[in-house]
């Protein structure tokens, strides 16, 4: 079964000979950067090898959150719910935003004193994110079974629908005036005496001053032949939708499951809690950056020897300008969902909201997470190359961060003012002798 179809997006045709940025991907990071260097005045070339949003921007669950976030994450995802909240204006197109509020479930008297101790990162920022038990906790979720203790409630969380967002922001980035070209892979840097100069495409050259690479799955992989170390791995999510059904407003994560009411009126359905990792010869080479992190996900991590290591060993991991690349050989990451994983997640559904055994699951699919060794996203300047600029890793939250990361890597390429302190993001931490881990707010 293909994974969900995104908005279709007519490409633009003629390469440019020349602009001022150069965007590689076209999902919401990269598209929400090229809206707003183009807004500012900026000439942008958006290349995407595939299809806007066909990766990861289209896969994922269309949660809109700020609750459970990584502390360093929190004030960047303040500007993305205040982008968020004008998006469709903004672009005169829909994204399916909507503030329905999320819920994190809590089974035990731990889990519900460690998620209320989350609650004052958010105070400052006169965020609403609090503890709901009994009559509330029934009223936000009706018509559930489980046995909970309470609930983290954020009211000011919300969702929009993945697979129009990228498509429309990138319509919105056109209007201002970028130029986007899909199906179109950027080979590489061109440099000269160090800095960026351009880009060398499979359609041609172009001349610029700055690139930002915001290729999701795939960045490590070209960052890495642009001699740029970039820690990065990939997990794969596996997502259902259902039919419609009458059932909570508000998204959920539960033990063993995950949902979100959908603009149609059916629910995005996903494991809560499980991943799969796939062994690649990458999982050995950044084993020791990655060790803080498997020792804090291991229990939502499935190790698994699959397809994917012969792929990946077979993959070119260096090339020149004029040959062709991986990104050409494999245009779209549309890996086949785990049947297990479904089952158990529709299982614990079903226990969990009896009236969902009435529904029917009409599609199925799985998606490829970029993961960094803490688990928030590298938005920074490439030190050693100046121009080149990197916006990935974001760990499964950045379609909700999308519009806010997009803002702060624009800021940092255009040179103006950042709407966030960039330092935790900044790709050196992870060779200045940082401490570098996930930090769950605890």
């Known amino acids: 079964m293909p994974g969900p179809a995104a908005t279709p997006f007519d490409t633009d045709h003629r390469l440019p000979e020349r602009v001022d940025v150069v965007v590689i991907g076209g999902g919401i990071i990269g598209t929400s950067a090229a809206l707003e260097l183009s807004e500012r ?46 998006l469709d204006a903004r672009l005169g197109r829909k994204t399916g935003y909507a503030k329905c509020g999320i819920l994190f479930s809590c089974a035990s008297e731990r889990a519900l004193a ?4 989350w609650t004052r990162h958010v105070q400052a920022h006169q965020i609403e994110s609090r503890i ?21 409630y954020t009211p000011e969380d919300g969702r929009a629908e993945p697979q129009w967002a990228a498509p429309a922001i990138a319509e919105g980035a056109r209007a201002a005036g970028a130029v986007v070209i899909t199906g179109c892979a950027v080979r590489s840097l061109d440099l000269e005496a160090g800095r960026v100069a351009g ?32 820690p990065q791995l990939k997990v794969q999510n596996t997502v259902m939708r259902t039919t419609a059904i009458e059932g909570p407003a508000a998204s959920l994560w539960a033990d063993g499951f995950s949902l979100r009411k959908r603009a149609d009126g059916g629910y995005t359905v996903a494991s809560g809690s499980e991943n799969i990792a796939d062994l690649v010869p990458d ?13 804090a ?3 939502s991590l499935r190790f698994r020897l699959s397809g994917r290591w012969r792929e990946e060993a077979g993959q070119a991991r260096r090339w020149r300008p004029d040959q062709i690349t ?40 799985a998606g490829m997470i970029d993961v960094t060794p803490d688990a928030i996203p590298v938005i920074s300047e490439v030190q050693d190359v100046p121009g080149f600029f990197i916006a990935t890793g974001f760990s499964g939250h950045g379609f909700g961060i999308g519009p806010g990361a997009g803002r702060l890597a624009a800021d940092l390429v255009a040179g103006d003012a950042p709407v966030a302190d960039p330092s935790a993001f900044r790709l050196s931490r992870f060779t200045d002798g940082s401490r570098v881990r996930p930090d769950s707010g605890f």
């Open 297 to 299: 996900e291991w229990r």
């Open 326 to 365: 991986p990104f050409e050989n494999c245009r779209i990451l549309d890996p086949a969902p785990t049947p297990r994983m479904l089952r158990r997640s529709w299982s614990a559904l079903c226990r969990a909201f009896p009236a969902f055994a009435q529904a029917d699951v009409v599609q199925s699919w």
């Open 283 to 295: 999982s050995f080479r950044l084993a020791r950056a990655f060790l803080p992190a498997f020792a």
């Open 41 to 86: 005045g900026h000439s942008v070339l958006l290349c995407e090898k595939g299809q806007i949003g066909g990766e990861q921007s289209s896969r994922n669950w269309g949660w809109v959150r700020i609750a459970r976030r990584d502390p360093r994450e929190i004030p960047l995802m303040v500007e993305a719910i205040r982008l968020w909240e004008g």
């Open 132 to 152: 709901i038990r009994g009559a509330e906790l029934d009223a936000v979720l009706p018509g559930h079974r489980m046995k909970l203790k309470g609930a983290l």
């Open 199 to 230: 880009v060398v495409t499979e359609k041609g050259r172009v001349k610029c001053g700055a690139v930002l690479l915001a290729g999701g799955a795939w960045s490590r992989l070209f960052a890495g032949n642009a001699g740029t170390w970039l």
């Open 114 to 117: 460690q998620n209320e101790s």
